[in-house]
Nanobody, 119 residues
Framework: QVRTVESGGDLVQPGGSLKLSCVVS????????VNWYRQAPGKQRELVAS???????NYIGSVKGRFTISRDNAKNAVWLQMNNLEPGDTAVYYC?????????????WGQGTQVTVSS
């Protein structure tokens, strides 16, 4: 059974920092791409950052230079370090892991963690 657990969301003032954690159990973690998505009220879910099985990272433009995604395969964990937070970063953040194997997509999601940026 696959289990994805996120943590680290909180209320923070503009300009502050948070570090989100995601631990995934029940998969061969080092074969999976891991993504952080976010969804703000009334908006569609958007992909924020990705880290591939090879360690390559990608970010949406609005978080480049402020957010850093990293992974530790030995711990089945991914983190999202978020600095210089803005009110526009307020959202529920979701950890997603996925891979394609023999034409089948294996896609797993966590329950989400709330990040609120407000003074």
């Amino acid at each position: 059974q696959v289990r994805t657990v996120e943590s680290g969301g909180d209320l923070v003032q503009p300009g502050g920092s948070l570090k989100l954690s995601c631990v995934v159990s029940g998969i061969i973690f080092n074969r999976f791409v891991v993504n952080w998505y976010r969804q703000a009220p009334g908006k569609q879910r958007e992909l924020v950052a990705s880290v591939g099985a090879d360690g390559c990272t990608n970010y949406i433009g609005s978080v480049k230079g402020r957010f850093t995604i990293s992974r530790d395969n030995a711990k089945n964990a991914v983190w999202l370090q978020m600095n210089n937070l803005e009110p526009g970063d307020t959202a529920v953040y979701y950890c997603n892991s996925n891979r394609w194997l023999r034409g089948i997509k294996y896609d797993y999601w966590g329950q989400g963690t709330q990040v609120t940026v407000s003074s």
